[in-house]
């Protein structure tokens, strides 16, 4: 059944309060308890007078998302799905955060320790639409109404693509608001989307997480008090994920979730080029980075990012109806 306006404002308005209630009770915890962040040497100057700055921010995230969804009248199998995956990729976070903290260093979990947990998670998340959707295999292509059957390439291609997915977002929350605000856009087009095909599962817990972003903004932008940490961002990964999986558009999400898959990109083309030629393509990656680098403020490049994905999930309006 089409949820209405007044049940996802009512989701929303609900998971925003969690987080604005909470936050002045949890921000003082971190820094009495000296979870600060430990900023990248390598990283650019004019962030390392964040180091310190409270961080795993993110359980705010996934306590609002949590008990919003939790809430409901009735939950169903895609329900817990989606809390699994926003749950899951967030204490996978949580543990990188608590190794940065307490060995008091800049990197936590060691990549593959990172990499097992999640493609774990992935295949389980994968196999679960594979069997339980008749129609998981068949993606949507945006623009036209073919699909791609990927059969039983579904649950390699869709594992492969959570994990990638779940590690551009993480690398996104590189300036205060970015990876929020970009998700808070890429959440309410899936909850546009997921009530105009009736998946209320979806709905709610996009409305959720848009609630819960808007929450986490009034703390994490610019100036952040808070970090959201990988903690966060993993579990904002798991819920973005959660949301095209579930509705079989990931397809879909590549268009709307477009700077999640720049930011990354830009990683793999620095890496690369550098081995190759011991030379640079960016300035600095992620490419939030790179336009640091040139000069622009912060604030600038957040906003940019924000109105580069409104334009996207715009598309992705005009793709789908």
Same mark, same amino acid.
């Given at each position: 059944m089409m949820l209405g306006i007044t049940e996802l404002t009512y989701t929303a308005m609900i998971s925003f309060l969690i987080v604005i209630i909470l936050g002045p009770i949890f921000i003082p915890m971190l820094t009495k308890f000296k979870f600060g962040q430990t900023v990248r040497d390598d990283g650019p100057k004019t962030h390392l007078q964040k180091n310190g700055t409270p961080t795993m921010g993110g359980v705010l995230i996934i306590i609002a998302i949590l008990i919003t969804g939790l809430t409901r009248s009735n939950i169903s199998s895609d329900m817990v799905i989606g809390l699994i995956c926003v749950v899951g990729f967030g204490f996978v976070g949580f543990v990188d955060d608590f190794i940065i903290i307490k060995m008091k260093r800049s990197l936590g979990l060691k990549p593959w320790q990172k990499i097992v947990m999640q493609v774990a998670l992935a295949l389980y998340v994968s196999y679960y639409q594979y069997s339980s959707s008749p129609s998981a295999t068949q993606l949507i292509i945006p623009f036209t109404d073919a699909v791609i059957n990927l059969g039983p390439l579904y649950v390699p291609i869709m594992t492969f693509m959570i994990v990638g997915i779940v590690n551009a977002v993480n690398l996104t929350d590189g300036l205060d608001g970015l990876a929020s605000g970009v998700t808070l856009i890429v959440a309410a087009f899936f909850m546009i989307f997921a009530t105009s095909i009736s998946n209320?599962?979806?709905?709610?817990?996009? &409305?959720?997480?848009?609630?819960?972003?808007?929450?986490?903004?009034?703390?994490?932008? %610019?100036?952040?008090?808070?970090?959201?940490?990988?903690?966060?961002?993993?579990?904002?990964?798991?819920?973005?994920?959660?949301?095209?999986?579930?509705?079989?558009?990931?397809?879909?999400?590549?268009?709307?979730?477009?700077? %999640?898959? &720049?930011?990354?990109?830009?990683?793999?083309?620095?890496?690369? %080029? %550098?081995?190759?030629?011991?030379?640079?393509?960016?300035?600095?990656?992620?490419?939030?980075?790179?336009?640091?680098?040139?000069?622009?403020?912060?604030?600038?490049?957040?906003?940019?990012?924000?109105?580069?994905?409104v334009v996207l999930a715009w598309i992705g309006i005009i793709a789908v109806f």
């Open positions: 209320t599962d979806v709905a709610v817990l996009a &409305a959720a997480t848009v609630g819960a972003c808007i929450g986490f903004l009034g703390f994490n932008a %610019y100036p952040a008090k808070i970090f959201m940490g990988d903690t966060g961002s993993m579990a904002l990964g798991g819920a973005v994920t959660a949301f095209a999986v579930l509705t079989n558009s990931m397809l879909l999400f590549v268009l709307v979730g477009g700077i %999640y898959f &720049a930011e990354a990109i830009s990683v793999m083309l620095q890496v690369t %080029y %550098y081995k190759l030629t011991k030379k640079r393509i960016f300035k600095m990656a992620p490419i939030h980075h790179h336009f640091e680098q040139c000069g622009w403020p912060e604030t600038k490049v957040v906003f940019t990012f924000w109105i580069v994905t």
